[in-house]
């Protein structure tokens, strides 16, 4: 094997595949007051950013990298476009596969079954939308990753990066009282959880985008109170509350950057 290849595979073997999570994580993320803030936000930023969304009269090509069970990836497909679902993990993209058959999209499907870092080497062409959400803070190189959605990007098509935030992070840890952690700069050893394992510092993916032809169009924190709140059953009990004042202030300084994740459309300028 080359060098190249054999660093490729070390990195592989350091990033975290959601094989033995899958069930996990569609129990604890999608229907929770967490997950539900989260889709509720992606939604009124697309709709308030990319002008063919919900009124095309051609689907456009989106590729959702890391896409999981395929939540989002069907409300896309709901309004007419062409879907391409990449993830790492085999359990991810079935139980994906199923809930595109149930929800009756599988036509407008194509499902594949790799990591981002190989994506260059498929030549899957360019795509009009090219969304990754959640995925940055499972892996060992956030900047070659960053590079990787880049280059799929067509001119003037647009990228959703949504990614765990560390600043954010940090913040929580503080307000929960877990100095022991934060003064151990936020390490854990090694577990099996849905706790991300390199939380993305902002400044690192600012200085990644930097450097390519895009054009910010948004900032949005996801979850700048929800996870902040005293009391954790006004969460759900005032629900509607929370979220019209989450999607009120999430797009404002300081709000947006205190977002457990943070959420970036951008435009491509080329
Ligand atoms: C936290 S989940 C996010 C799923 C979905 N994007 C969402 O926002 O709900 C992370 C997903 O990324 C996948 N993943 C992790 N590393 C990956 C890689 N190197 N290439 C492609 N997918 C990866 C995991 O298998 C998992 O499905």
């Known amino acids: 094997m080359s060098n190249k290849g054999k660093n490729y595979k070390d990195k592989l073997a350091r990033d975290r595949s959601f094989n033995s999570i899958s069930q996990k994580f569609k129990k604890n993320i999608y229907g929770t007051p967490k997950g539900k803030i989260r889709e509720a936000v992606l939604k009124r930023d697309f709709s308030q950013h990319i002008p063919w969304l919900e009124n095309t009269t051609s689907p456009k090509r989106i590729i959702d990298i890391g896409g999981g069970q395929g939540q989002l990836a069907i409300y896309l497909a709901s309004l007419g476009h062409e879907i391409t679902l990449v993830d790492i993990s085999e359990d991810m993209l079935k139980i994906a596969k199923e809930h595109v058959k149930q929800a009756g999209f599988s036509a407008q499907f194509k499902f594949i079954h ?55 992070h940090l913040f929580a840890n503080m307000v929960y009282g877990n100095f022991d952690y934060v003064n151990q700069g936020l390490h854990v050893k090694q577990k099996v959880g849905l706790s991300p394992n390199h939380p993305v510092e902002p400044e690192v993916v600012d200085n990644a985008l930097s450097c390519e032809n895009f054009e910010r169009i948004c900032k949005t924190g996801v979850r700048c109170f929800h996870d902040y709140l005293r009391e954790l059953e006004k969460g759900k009990a005032q629900f509607d509350d929370l979220l019209e004042l989450e999607l009120k202030y999430n797009q404002q300084e300081p709000y947006a950057s205190l977002g457990r994740y943070t959420h970036l459309l951008l435009q491509a300028n080329y």
């Not at 280059?151 to 098509?157: F, I, T």
């Open 114 to 168: 790799a990591p981002l870092q190989a994506l260059s080497e498929l030549k899957l062409g360019t795509f009009d939308f090219v969304l990754c959400h959640a995925v940055l803070e499972w892996l060992v190189d956030q900047v070659e990753a960053i590079t990787v959605l880049t280059k799929l990007v067509n001119d003037s098509g647009y990228l959703s990066l949504m990614y765990f935030n560390k600043d954010a």
